[in-house]
């Protein structure tokens, strides 16, 4: 079984629009850390937001935001306000404590900002 | 401070070479992780280090690949005989251990096997 899923392999969105990304995890692990990052087709990797399985509070990053759902296992990632630069690729990741703390990649979403 | 590096950035190889590359993790980093990506698609995990333990070699495609770690810092991925479904990106990232430390991901060496 797929530890995280991304479900939406391409997306497109007009410029100025809100985002979300989903992203729905499986660990049995209590203690873990999710995160996000951004793949721009230059190629290097861009870390944009981290979420702890005991945070309360929705992590938030500028125009980035993760919607944490502990008890639905998701960590939808939210882009206020899209801008033609936000086209790329966004992966989430999973790292999980008391396991190997070895971190997950899910296959990623193609972002296309519309003008 | 300095980033991950690796090296060579670019490599073209003929079928059936041996090649090596290298990755230089942030220093005092005790994790480390070799992905593969090809073109347009994801990343497959390949190799993980963490510390003094035994790698996590689970992600290797084949026993043609191998990677080691020396001291705890340098890591050198090998390829032997390479085939032309070798042809990649191959991204080294490092971290600190702890689940709330994030990867930061070298750029990469693109990998072409004629």
């Known amino acids: 079984a797929q530890k995280i899923t991304q479900t939406q392999p391409g997306m497109f969105v007009q410029e100025k629009e809100a985002v979300t990304l989903d992203c729905t995890y499986d660990?049995?692990?209590?203690?873990?850390?999710l995160f996000w990052y951004k793949q721009p087709s230059s190629g290097e990797m861009i870390f944009l937001i981290y979420q702890g399985s005991y945070d309360q509070q929705n992590a938030t990053e500028g125009r980035y935001s993760l919607n944490f759902q502990k008890a639905r296992k998701s960590a939808n990632l939210v882009i206020s306000a899209s801008q033609l630069g936000d086209s790329a690729m966004y992966f989430c990741a999973m790292r999980e404590m008391n396991r190997d703390d070895k971190i997950i990649f899910g296959k990623g979403t193609r972002l296309h900002i519309l003008p | 401070g300095a980033g991950v590096s690796q090296s060579p950035s670019n490599k073209v190889t003929e079928k059936g070479k041996d090649v090596e590359l290298r990755c230089d993790p942030i220093s005092g980093h005790t994790a480390l992780y070799w992905y593969r990506q090809s073109l347009g698609q994801g990343l497959e995990f390949l190799i993980y280090f963490q510390g003094n333990s035994a790698p996590d070699k689970s992600g290797l495609p084949s026993d043609r690949f191998s990677a080691e770690r020396t001291g705890g810092s340098v890591s050198t991925l090998t390829i032997q005989r390479t085939q032309q479904e070798d042809s990649a990106v191959y991204l080294c990232?490092?971290?600190?251990?702890?689940?709330?430390?994030?990867?930061?991901f070298g750029p990469g060496t693109r990998l072409t096997v004629t």
């Open positions: 660990t049995s692990d209590p203690s873990y850390g």
């Open positions: 990232a490092s971290s600190f251990a702890g689940s709330s430390y994030e990867q930061y």
